[in-house]
Antibody, heavy 120, light 104 residues
Framework: EVQLVESGGGLVQPGGSLRLSCAAS????????MHWVRQAPGKGLVWVSR????????SYADSVKGRFTISRDNAKNTLYLQMNSLRAEDTAVYYC?????????????WGQGTLVTVSS | DIQMTQSPSSLSASVGDRVTITCQAS??????LNWYQQKPGKAPKLLIY???NLETGVPSRFSGSGSGTDFTFTISSLQPEDIATYYC??????FGGGTKVEIK
């Protein structure tokens, strides 16, 4: 069974840093591109970042470029999101999601999300 | 930059009604358009990929169409369990603003 479990969320002050993790199991993690998507309380989905299967290529939303870094450790089956210079507007539930390969294209599996609150 | 405009932002319909949601891209995105369903407190679920392909296990009352800049998502006969917010997504990044579907 495919499972994605996020962790690392919490309360952080503006300007602070946090690292989110997404532990993957039930599939060959190193074969899939992975994404982070966030959702502010009561708001819509916002794509944040993606990384290719071997970690050599990344992409970011303009709103987080230069502050967030996506990475992965295929030996540990774990995806990361390093978040620096956090702002109040970064407050959201952060989801990791798997981009499907083969016949389906899309974010086919999602974690349950981890809440990041940026506040003094 | 591509913009995705989804409408309406919310709608209320009766059980059995046909429900239609539109998503418009600011430039041609071919058929690179996915639709997701998100129920309260849950992670999103992929329903439609490549504009018109039904994900495995998704009921056939859900459908999608369109290409280029204009896309449509349809629930042919609304069921109580379809109460959710629906999002379009341009390929692997930008999401539309969402459409909250409620029962009248």
């Amino acid at each position: 069974e495919v499972q994605l479990v996020e962790s690392g969320g919490g309360l952080v002050q503006p300007g602070g840093s946090l690292r989110l993790s997404c532990a993957a199991s039930g599939f060959t993690f190193s074969s899939y591109w992975m994404h982070w998507v966030r959702q502010a309380p009561g708001k819509g989905l916002v794509w944040v970042s993606r990384i290719n299967s071997d970690g050599s290529s990344t992409s970011y939303a303009d709103s987080v470029k230069g502050r967030f870094t996506i990475s992965r450790d295929n030996a540990k089956n774990t995806l990361y999101l390093q978040m620096n210079s956090l702002r109040a507007e970064d407050t959201a539930v952060y989801y990791c999601a798997r981009w499907e390969v083969g016949a389906t294209t899309g974010l086919g599996y999602w974690g349950q999300g981890t809440l990041v609150t940026v506040s003094s | 930059d591509i913009q995705m405009t989804q409408s309406p932002s919310s709608l209320s319909a009766s059980v059995g009604d046909r429900v239609t949601i539109t998503c418009q891209a600011s430039q041609d995105i071919s058929n690179y358009l996915n639709w997701y369903q998100q129920k309260p407190g849950k992670a999103p679920k992929l329903l439609i990929y490549d504009a018109s392909n039904l994900e495995t296990g998704v009921p056939s009352r859900f459908s999608g169409s369109g290409s280029g800049t204009d896309f449509t998502f349809t629930i042919s006969s609304l069921q109580p369990e379809d109460i959710a917010t629906y999002y379009c997504q341009q390929y692997d990044n930008l999401f539309g603003g969402g459409t909250k579907v409620e029962i009248k």
